[in-house]
């Protein structure tokens, strides 16, 4: 297979990528995901257990957002609460939030974060929202992955009972693959999400970019199976 010259992915993303690979949080082999399709590779947010892997990630994520359209450079912020979705959800947004306050307390210290239970609990609190209530506030999704996105519509129906009010979502890793199989599917599960809300969706890292450092890094075997993979459940927009 003959492949187009390689460029090279910027600094922030480099970075995050090796903290993927020394986490074993990128995996090539065979993996069945929640959508049912078979992969050659799978990244898994929960191996950033270690202290310097969290920090690596929540650093990713606060960079992210803080030079994102969430963020105007007049010091205006776009949101209330960072939402992390149960369960893998969940540090990302708390372990965010606590670094974007150490970047500026001035313009982050009072904003929230919150989560769901996915079983509501019936003693206590009771209720399924763990942390700032919803309700008429301006609230950004962080999650791991989208794959086909019906965690992320999940998240967002979530976030409509409760009566908050979607401005945006940020993923670690978005795998860029169709919503289904169907020929009425082929668009991206960003971007059906994108054209529905109309609120930015952004990512860290994307396939792209490690089909990108694959390359450089000559990982022939590993490459050949993303790129089947990706011929067959990519995105047509
Ligand atoms: O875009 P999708 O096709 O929905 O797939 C991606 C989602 O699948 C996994 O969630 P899971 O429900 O397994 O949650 P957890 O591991 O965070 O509990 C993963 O954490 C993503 O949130
Ligand atoms: O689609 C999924 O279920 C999925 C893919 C992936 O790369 N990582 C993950 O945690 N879930």
Redesign the pocket.
């Known amino acids: 297979m003959s492949n187009p010259p390689t460029t090279p992915l910027p600094a922030h993303k480099l970075t995050f990528l090796q903290s993927c690979l020394s986490a074993n949080a990128l995996k090539f082999g065979t993996f069945t ?3 049912g ?1 078979t992969s050659p590779y799978f990244f898994n ?2 191996l950033f257990h270690e202290g310097h892997l969290l920090r690596s990630i929540s650093t990713a994520f606060a960079e992210t957002i803080h030079n994102s359209p969430l963020c105007r450079a007049t010091g205006e912020v776009g949101f209330d609460i960072l939402f992390g ?6 540090p990302l947004a708390a372990t965010t939030l606590l670094k974007l306050c150490d970047r500026s307390e001035a313009r982050y210290g009072a904003l929230s974060y919150s989560f769901n239970r ?1 079983e509501a609990k019936d003693h206590g609190e009771g209720g399924n929202i763990v942390g700032a209530p919803l309700k008429n506030k301006r609230v950004v999704i962080i ?12 998240a967002i129906e979530i976030i409509k009972v409760q009566g908050g009010k979607l401005v945006g979502i940020v ?1 670690a890793f978005d ?1 860029m ?1 169709r919503v289904g199989d169907g020929e009425a599917q082929r668009g991206s ?1 960003i971007g059906e999400v994108r054209r529905q809300y109309g609120v930015p969706v952004l990512s860290i890292l994307s396939l792209d970019d490690v089909v990108e450092f694959l390359r450089g890094l000559g990982g022939e075997e590993d490459l050949r199976r993303l790129q089947e993979y990706r011929e067959r459940y990519q995105a047509r927009d």
Not at 145 to 152: C, E, L
């Open positions: 995901l929640k959508s399709r947010a929960g979705p149960a369960y893998k959800g969940i996915k999650d791991d992955v989208i794959t086909a996105g019906t965690a992320i519509r999940e993923v795998r693959e599960a």
